[in-house]
């Protein structure tokens, strides 16, 4: 079982904001990959949406916290409740970077958080930090003149949107890697 969590903010303020991208990939991938049979749930108990699914014979739960986004953490501790099997190995976390160029994808299996709050609340949550990360870059030059904090909950433009397009379109193929192939391979291929 792995468990692919989308990192973002919920409510309509937040949405198709830079911070959300971990939210978009997730959605984009159920659109290109599932039927309309497969609907997300919000489940209270967990503070999140879930989809739970089975992809490429392997069952997969999908996550989008609902605790904003430097507090994803506590989905974190729920799920190891409801799922005491759930060690670091079995996430693979999508979230934004900052320090990577707009679209731009990287995958990383360990390390610090990098200054992203998100990552942060996870690694605390978890106790470690040795688990996938899917990073989408957000930066741009309007990075340089505005606060980070009101950079990333600024909603793309649409010349920024098209290219954010073409990097979500990756993401069923990436994650199709992840669930089946080393991470060695897959970094290789996508880094």
């Not at 949406?49 to 989905?75: A, C, H, R, W, Y």
């Not at 193929?173 to 996508?190: P, R």
């Amino acid at each position: 079982m792995k468990f692919i969590i989308g990192l973002g903010n919920p409510g309509l303020l937040y949405k198709k904001t830079r911070h959300n991208v971990g939210f978009l990939a997730l959605d984009f991938f159920v659109e290109q990959v599932f039927d309309k049979k497969n609907k997300w749930q919000n489940k209270d108990s967990l503070k999140a949406e879930i989809l739970e699914t089975n992809f490429n014979d392997q069952q997969i739960i999908l996550v989008k916290p609902q605790t904003f986004m430097n507090d994803s953490g506590q989905t974190i501790t729920l799920l190891k409740k409801k799922y005491p099997q759930l060690t670091a190995e079995d996430l693979i976390v999508i979230h934004d970077d900052v320090d990577l160029p707009l679209g731009k994808i990287r995958i990383k299996t360990e390390g610090s958080a990098g200054g992203h709050n998100g990552i942060k609340s996870i690694i605390q949550h978890l106790g470690g930090q040795d688990f996938t990360r899917i990073k989408i870059g957000i930066s741009n030059e309007l990075q340089a003149k505005v606060p980070l904090e009101k950079f990333v909950l600024q909603r793309f433009d649409k010349n920024e949107f098209v290219i954010l397009e073409e990097s979500l379109a990756q993401i069923p193929n990436i994650i199709t890697d992840l669930l089946s192939q080393n991470i060695e391979a897959v970094m290789c291929k996508y880094n």
